[in-house]
């Protein structure tokens, strides 16, 4: 038998055949269940009729193929509930660009389509393949992330060389951005806005401040008006300050939080000393028997005698 291979410049080329078969031999290393039926077909094909497989076998290995294609099935039904359950949740999703890059997408699923076997997330109003899934979030967190922020710092403020404090803020983005801020000193001491300056994302805070403070450690608090959030970031920043010199007179603070204390309902010194005889309109005066001569006691029978020394009732005859 004759060997017939394609001949090129006195050469009989081989090296393509052998790719060629290398490439269709190449798969997975996964045994899914068209592929155990394609074993079992095979074995049954090619047995030795001198020494065949028994019955048994076979029914064993056809149960074993029953089994597997069960277990696939509903492996395929749990993923489809578990896809139907991420309707709602904020993931994080990739998507390939033309130069192979990865560009990453946050949202929250809208909606599961399953089509041809395949799940796909909807996504701010996209649909991306099941497999292109990276991350699912805790809820409000995509939210959170937009929120305004602020690094915690330490400033040290000596009145001897006075100077002024700088920092950075993150003011957030979209429905959770904030315009203006407000510094609240130990929790009590409203910050006057005049003595707030801002440049972009910075805000520097006058020296006034801190020499209006007692001697000591401080702390500062910041809100933002990022309605109807209101972000509050409590003791971002500590202060010491030393050598400082208060004055009374100063508009540094435009207000406390302290509260008014409240006033007790009855006080003593209020009330006025009620008047003997003043009796209410709606009560009548009590009569005490006996006291004006105007009613005689209930208990006193009216033929009785008279103990006392008024005049006596009674006939002797």
Not at 187 to 198: A, C, H, K, S
Request: glycine share 8%; aromatic share 8%.
């Amino acid at each position: 038998m004759a060997l017939i291979q394609p001949v090129k410049d006195g050469k009989i080329e081989e090296k393509k055949a052998v790719e060629s078969t290398a490439k269709d031999r190449t798969g997975t290393s996964e045994l899914g269940k068209e592929a155990f039926l394609q074993l079992l077909v095979a074995q049954m094909r090619y047995q030795d009729p001198l020494n065949p497989t028994s019955d048994t076998e076979y029914i064993s290995q056809l149960a074993q193929f029953s089994q597997l294609e069960q277990l696939q099935n509903l492996a395929a039904s749990n993923e489809k509930t578990q896809m139907l359950a991420m309707v709602g949740k904020e993931v994080c999703v990739s998507v390939e660009n033309a130069d192979g890059s990865l560009t990453y997408r946050e949202g929250v699923v809208d909606a599961v389509t399953v089509s041809g076997g395949k799940a796909y997330l909807e996504v701010n109003g996209n649909l991306y393949d099941v497999d292109h899934l990276v991350q699912v979030y805790k809820d409000g967190y995509l939210l959170e992330k937009k929120m305004p922020s602020v690094d915690y710092s330490y400033f040290a403020y000596d009145g001897d060389t006075p100077k002024n404090y700088t920092f950075e803020v993150n003011m957030g983005v979209d429905e959770a951005a904030a315009t203006e801020i407000a510094l609240i000193v130990d929790g009590e001491l409203v910050v006057n806005p005049d003595y707030i300056r801002r440049s972009g994302n910075y805000f520097t805070i006058n020296q006034d401040v801190f020499h209006q403070l007692m001697p000591g450690r401080h702390t500062i608090s910041i809100i933002f008006n990022n309605e109807p959030y209101y972000t509050t970031i409590t003791d971002f920043l500590e202060v010491d300050v030393i050598n400082s010199s208060p004055k009374e007179d100063s508009d540094v603070f435009v207000g406390q939080n302290k509260g008014e204390p409240e006033e007790p309902d009855d006080v003593p010194g209020d009330e006025e000393p009620e008047e003997p005889g003043d009796v209410p309109e709606d009560e009548e005066p009590e009569v005490i028997p006996g006291g004006d001569g105007t009613e005689e006691p209930d208990d006193v029978p009216k033929d009785e005698e008279d103990n006392g020394t008024g005049n006596n009732n009674e006939v002797t005859e």
